[in-house]
């Protein structure tokens, strides 16, 4: 009887778990040079030689490369730098211009075939990235504002109660110096894992239900499976571009303040 049952359940639907997340060295003995390390240095590679092509050599009349380049500057310095940062917008564009490139191509990898993993949903990366952003606005505060007047800004706004501001300032405190910084990078990384996790689902079930075990009942749901893969695929694209946008708005939000007094 248990020999019978064996096919039957080697056939058995099994949802992908986080298991998708986790990648073996590439080599021996290198534990932290996996896959996604990998894709980070790639996508490091890509966004040099793509900032070298359009703007080492730029032409009166941009075409090609240097065309792109500058329609992906305009868009960062529009929707992410001058709202922002306002006249200090072009001293920090090489960063949130880089960081927007960094993080989307880091994403798109999710969505490319043969490559399939979005590296951000690692959360080792944007920890690195949001990190990086906490220390360069700790220095930046306390160089602008002093390192008294740097906190004490956020922590007693004016025009407050007296009593009240021992629920606030401490309120302050942690939220603006230490939770927008650690929400930076959780809000990139679940929602890539999210993503990857919820397609990696469908693609399952279409290769499961129209390849595996074939049979009238299920090949409608693996034709649905197919179908929500390809459909969430592309909105995964929006998303992927919405991240990186998010993510350098924040910094150059969190930068802001830093140079500012918020109060």
Known sequence: MSAALTPLASEEFHAP????????????????????ALLAFIGGLLVIAFAFAAFSRPKLVPRGVQNVGELAYEF????????????????????LFTMFL?????????????????????????????IG??????????????????????????????????????????????????????????TMMAGHLIIGLFSEVGWHFLFVQLTPLGAPVGVLGVVMTLLLTA????????QAYVF????????????????
């Open 17 to 36: 778990g986080l298991g998708i997340f986790d990648w073996p060295p590439l080599v021996e003995g290198q534990a932290w040079f996996n896959k996604p």
């Open 76 to 95: 960062v310095r529009e929707q992410i730098a001058r709202p922002n940062l306002g006249k200090d917008s072009d001293r920090w564009m090489p960063l």
């Open 102 to 130: 960094f993080v989307w191509i880091m994403n798109l990898f999710g969505s490319i075939i043969f490559i399939q993993f979005p590296v951000m949903s690692r959360i080792g990366y944007p920890a690195v990235l949001a």
């Open 133 to 190: 952003v906490w220390v360069l606005v700790m220095y930046l505060g306390i160089k602008n504002q002093g390192p008294i007047k740097f906190f004490t800004n956020v922590m007693f706004p004016p025009g407050l109660p007296t009593w009240i501001y021992f629920l606030v300032a401490p309120i302050e405190l942690v939220s603006t110096f230490f939770l927008r910084h650690i929400t930076h990078a959780i809000r990139l990384f679940a």
């Open 235 to 242: 909105f995964e694209l929006f998303i992927q571009a919405l």
């Open 248 to 263: 350098a708005l924040l910094t150059a939000m969190f930068i802001n303040d830093a140079l500012h007094a918020a109060h």
